[in-house]
């Protein structure tokens, strides 16, 4: 009887009553087994939930059974699927445990005309809003213009009156008022003709005779010129203050007369610089031939020859930006089988630097021979700058001593690019340098000493920054990637042809322009066997 009245109860509610076990298996459910399916009751009892219900292959992904059997809350879950007639259904699910041999309830309640109704209103009120936000954007957008429009008018240099045919004033900017000199919220409330200080329309107004398209207004010892043109029925007023043009036509009369004499005075002025273009053509051809001899006396001091030593290979090349340069290479050759190899580099162009470059050469010839560390080599030439270089000018040198029977180097820099060393048991180009400041420049400085070992196939590349810094049309610097992938490259080659295929890289990489400094390069090879 108790059972009876279960069924009863439970199969007269509206929703949908479900009792499973932990595998998710059916023991009971109401007749209202007929939202999502037209089986009846005790057909499905014994059969998964999930299967029967949504037609699913494992269990569904929100499902709160899980959460239940591990003695967690349950939250009410959503359920969006198909009954067997393939209409849409929206059921919210409310789960509770039982207790009774891992029982669980589950009470599906349609919302579906709930979920469609809230979804309709939702988007209605969503199109309101997006309706709304239009509005205020075209309100702004509106007021945006208006301001716009306002900033326009008063940016223009000349005055603007917006008159309507009984002449009060629609619109004027800040420009009038200030011509006329009055206060502008006074003018806003007032007729056009009061503007000018009249008490009755103006005599020659378009209003009165259409044909009047310009006329003028004296206020104020101002000369006011006002274009006059009709829009509707409103008359635009576009005032102009004229009364310094008048003074400039007088003024530009006076200029012409004074610049006609001036021309004469210029005309007189030119043929005394034709006669002083040629004076000055004769002493440039003088300070060129100059220039020329000093190029060569400075060719002069460059090495003769190369090094003839066994077991190396050696090559130079040198060009100076202008006549005369500021580079210079050297090698001294030093007792018990030592050489002293240098690259520099003077700040500047033209004869100062040649001058500097020749002193320097003499000064590394004269107090450096045998003096087999490069650091104290550089010290002794840094003291002897300072005395003797007056100017603003100083020198970067890199000094390399070499023992040609061991093949040991050491090295200093006074500010100088680094050395590219190419290793050839490691197929790897090195920046090589040392810590020093510029020769000239200060006295007292330290100058740091580093050493390596030449092998065979190892190459000593040395240069000025003119190589490097070499530009192209795009300003674009040839830089050390470049150069050092050729050293790479050449690396088999003999020095010169190393030098050779690097300078024909830069002059295609510059498309011919003009090198702006100076440029040295000084290669020693350790050629194999040797």
């Given amino acids: 009887m108790e059972n009876i009245k279960f069924d009863e109860v439970i199969n007269n509610i509206e929703e949908l009553v479900l009792i499973v076990d932990k595998n998710y298996k059916i023991q009971y459910v109401n007749k209202q087994i007929k939202i999502l399916s037209d089986k009846k009751p005790e057909s499905v009892i014994g059969k998964k939930c999930y299967s029967t219900l949504f037609k699913r292959s494992e269990p569904c992904e929100n499902c709160q059974l899980s959460t239940l059997k591990n003695k967690c809350f349950a939250k009410d879950i959503v359920h969006d699927t198909l009954n067997f007639r393939g209409f849409r259904k929206i059921l919210r699910s409310r789960f509770e445990c039982l207790d009774e041999d891992n029982l669980f309830l589950e009470v599906l309640k349609d919302i579906t005309e709930e979920k469609v109704l809230v979804d309709k209103l939702t988007h209605q009120a969503k199109e309101l809003k997006a309706n709304n936000v239009i509005l205020s954007l075209k309100r702004q957008e509106v007021e945006r213009k208006h301001r716009f429009l306002t900033k326009v008018v008063n940016s223009i240099s000349d005055g603007l009156l917006v008159v309507e045919q009984d002449y009060k004033i629609d619109l004027l900017n800040y420009k009038i008022a200030d011509f006329v000199n009055k206060n502008y919220d006074s003018l806003k409330s007032g007729k056009c003709f009061q503007v000018y200080g009249f008490e009755e329309p103006c005599s020659d107004c378009p209003l009165k005779n259409p044909k009047v398209t310009k006329s003028v207004r004296e206020v104020n010892d101002r000369k006011l010129t006002v274009y006059f043109n009709k829009f509707e029925n409103y008359i635009v007023e576009s005032v102009r203050d004229t009364t310094k043009e008048i003074y400039l036509l007088d003024e530009i009369k006076r200029q012409q007369a004074e610049l006609k004499e001036k021309q004469y005075q210029m005309m007189k002025l030119n043929e005394d610089l034709l006669k002083m273009n040629e004076k000055l053509k004769k002493a440039q051809e003088i300070i060129n031939e100059e220039l020329r001899q000093v190029g060569e006396i400075q060719s002069s001091l460059l090495p003769d020859e190369l090094p003839q030593l066994e077991g190396y290979d050696f090559g130079a090349f040198y060009t100076p930006a202008e006549q005369a340069g500021g580079d210079y290479y050297d090698c001294i050759e030093m007792s018990n089988g030592y050489w002293g190899f240098t690259v520099a580099d003077v700040s500047g162009h033209g004869i100062p630097a040649a001058v500097i470059m020749a002193i320097t050469r003499a000064i590394m010839r004269s107090y450096t021979y045998d003096v087999i560390s490069a650091a104290e080599a550089l010290s002794m030439v840094n003291e002897i700058l300072c005395d003797n270089i007056y100017t603003n000018d100083f020198v970067t040198m890199f000094y390399l001593v070499m023992n040609s029977l061991t093949g040991e180097c050491n090295f200093a820099s006074a500010g100088h690019n680094p050395l590219l060393y190419f290793d050839k048991s490691e197929m790897v180009v090195r920046k090589i340098t040392a810590s020093g400041l510029f020769l000239g420049a200060f006295e007292e400085v330290d100058y740091e000493e ?71 390069i000084f290669v020693i090879k350790k050629e194999s066997g040797g």
């Fill in 450 to 520: 580093g050493s390596f070992v030449m092998d065979s196939g190892d190459i000593a590349f040395m240069y000025t920054d003119g190589l490097v810094e070499a530009m192209n049309k795009s300003d674009e610097q040839y830089g050390y990637d470049l150069l050092i992938n050729k050293i790479i490259m050449f690396q088999n080659e003999k020095c010169s042809d190393i030098i050779n295929y690097i300078m024909e890289d830069v002059k295609e990489f510059t498309e011919g322009r003009p090198f702006e400094d100076d440029i040295t």
